[in-house]
């Protein structure tokens, strides 16, 4: 049966929902179900990923015009290379700060998408145990 445990971290105290299973060789163990985010409750855990996830969307769609934009720099800057256009000192500088801005900007999606669907298996556990 999940129960609530505390966590000593290095920056304080961290809170789950964990449970207690028998493993293959017969000893007692723990597994996450999800993090609390250091709440009390459940209800309060709920609330807070209900507000990190809204950021996070909120984010991502600001994000997703920057990036088509880069991408289709990067696309038109891969094409003139391939046709043989030749670029100067200055040109290249510049292309190197938009490679630099769309890795960032491809890295941060990433990052989100990955936070958004631990937010999901989160909030699943959570209700599914403690609803």
Do not use: W
Not at 23 to 42: F, N, Q
């Amino acid at each position: 049966m999940p129960y609530v445990r505390q966590f000593r971290t290095g920056d304080g105290y961290a809170t789950a929902l964990v449970e207690t299973f028998i493993d293959h060789d017969g000893k007692a163990r723990t597994r996450v179900l999800a993090d609390l985010m250091g709440t009390g409750s459940a209800e309060e855990a709920l609330a807070q990923l209900a507000r990190q996830h809204e950021a996070l969307r909120r984010e991502a769609v600001e994000i997703a015009p920057r990036l088509a934009e880069a991408q289709e720099c990067y696309a038109a800057i891969r094409k003139n290379l391939e046709n043989g256009r030749a670029y100067g000192f200055d040109e290249l500088k510049q292309i190197d700060r938009l490679c630099a801005l769309r890795r960032r900007l491809i890295g941060r999606v990433l990052q989100i998408e990955d936070a958004l669907t631990r937010i999901k298996r989160d909030k699943a556990a959570i209700q599914k145990h403690c609803g």
